[in-house]
């Protein structure tokens, strides 16, 4: 069983950053693609960035590109969201999931975390 677990969430200033991490524990082996959704109140939960182990690229929806980076520290079985220059726009839940086909789409993931919360005040 996979389990992932986000941490680094909270409230930050319009301009400011944060850094999310995602744990990940279990079998979840280096073949996994892993990618960060956010989902904000009242909307669907929608694809952030994601790296695909198939190619080794890392994708960006267009909303964060330039401003969010994807990394991956596979000693610790970690992936980090660094979100810079942080619009209120950009409140929402955020989640990690993994995902063995590396589809990075919010159906074809296998293994979700339970999010964590980022709120960006303006």
């Known amino acids: 069983q996979v389990q992932l677990v986000e941490s680094g969430g909270g409230l930050v200033q319009a301009g400011g950053s944060l850094r999310l991490s995602c744990a990940a524990s279990?079998?979840?082996?280096?073949?996994?693609?892993t990618g960060w959704f956010r989902q904000a109140p009242g909307k669907e939960r929608e694809f952030v960035g994601g790296f695909r182990w198939s190619d080794g690229n890392t994708y960006y929806a267009d909303s964060v590109k330039g401003r969010f980076t994807i990394s991956k520290d596979n000693a610790k079985n970690t992936v980090y969201l660094q979100m810079n220059s942080l619009k209120p726009e950009d409140t929402a839940v955020y989640y990690c999931?993994?995902?063995?086909?590396?589809?990075?789409?919010?159906?074809?993931?296998?293994?979700w975390g339970k999010g964590t919360l980022v709120t960006v005040s303006a």
């Open positions: 279990g079998r979840i082996g280096s073949s996994y693609s």
């Open positions: 999931a993994a995902d063995s086909q590396g589809t990075l789409t919010r159906s074809g993931m296998d293994y």
